[in-house]
Structure formats: structure tokens, C-alpha cells
């Protein structure tokens, strides 16, 4: 893969670094209410996959569609994750512009009461021109023609179409260096599989803050090229 060592490091041991200062931020407060106290990852919503392949670090899953929520913010790496999470928050807790009601001939935007989604899993980071997409996954059966409309302009819906990912899944901290050691596990165990991947790598977290680092699921997904 053609990715220079600076994209690889996006430093996510300061992920969360704005949650721990002074009064905190009223973004790392949601945060804590939205997800709650550690709880087994049954218990939140994530898209559907079916695993393929599974080898000795890894396994190859294929996703089915879904639909995010998602932003696009300036770096670093370590401030992208406080920059997005309260645009995104806004989306999830109501600023939006309710319901869109379908007519039988043509989509009608009507007025409604605001709507509170569900909150699903994974969180995702990524490399993107211009800075870093930060995504969060909306509820199955949302789409972006029945989504509730950002009022925020800064945040786009997107049909995430079916994908086939290589994953690595590991706990601990949100560090730089397991973040490196894990992609470097993932990135081997593709090249004995004869594997290619396209884009960049996608970060996957989880869990809250407060979870402990041992109980933590982390995630990282390298999206494989089509085979010839």
C-alpha cells in the first residue's frame, strides 16, 4: 500500500485527551450518557456482516450496506475525534429536522419534531483529503433518503455500500503504538494471505472512554481491492 508513515500515525492515545481536561467539554459529556458505563457490545447496534475467512490474526468480513453520519474535520489526528464528536452528537441527539415523509409520487420534505437516533457502533476515523472523516453508523433501516435532515451543514449522510474488509480486532489502549503494532499485524497477515488493499485504514472504536483498556474492542478495517 502507497501510504506515507506520517498517515499511518494518527496518534489516537490523544484521541480523547479533551474529555479529561478542566470541566471537560460538553461533547465528552454526551459521550458518557450516549454510550453509558462499560456494557457487553451485544448490547449496541452494529452493522450486519458475515464473516468469510478467518486466519491466524485476522478474518475477512463482508458488510452489508448501511448509512452514517459523518463529518469531515481538519487535523491532527489527536483532535480529530474531539472536533467531530460534538457535530455528530447534535445529529444523534435531535438537531435535526425530524422525519422525511414520502409522498406517493415524489419525495416531500414536511416539518416534524426532531428525532433522537439510536446509537450504534463502531465510531470510525480516517484518512480523507483535507483532513479526517469521522463517522458514526446510524440504526439499521436508516438510509440517507429517510434520515432525518441535518440542520447542521456540516454533516453529510452516506449509503455505505457492501464491502469486503480484512479486520483485526484487539483491546487496550487508544495508543499510537498499538495502534501501529495492530496495523502492522494486519498488514502481514494480508501479505501471507495474498490480500490487497485499497484505501486507507479505518479506525473502529466501541466503547466509552471509561471502559477499561482491558475490556476495550478496537478495530482496524483494510478494504480489499476486487479479485481479478
Known sequence: MNMTEDRQ???????????????????????????????????????????????KDIEVRQYEGYCVAEVLVPGPAEDAGNTAFPILAGYIFGKNKGERKLAMTA????????????????VTQTVAPGGFKVQFVLPKGVTRDNAPEPLDVRVLLRDIAPSRVAVIRYSGFWSESNYQQHLGKLQAAMRAADLKSVGEP???????????????RNEIWLNLAEAP
Open 9 to 55: 500515525q494518527p496518534q489516537f492515545g490523544r484521541f480523547w485527551c479533551g474529555a479529561r481536561r478542566a470541566t471537560a467539554s460538553w461533547a465528552a459529556a454526551c459521550f458518557l450518557i450516549l454510550l453509558g458505563l462499560p456494557m457487553p457490545n451485544h448490547a449496541t447496534e452494529e452493522p450486519n456482516y458475515q464473516v468469510l475467512q478467518k486466519f
Open 107 to 122: 419525495p416531500v420534505t414536511q416539518a416534524a419534531e426532531p428525532v433522537k437516533l439510536d446509537m450504534t457502533a463502531p
Open 202 to 216: 479505518v479506525y473502529s472504536r466501541y466503547n466509552a472512554p471509561l471502559t477499561p483498556w482491558f475490556m476495550r
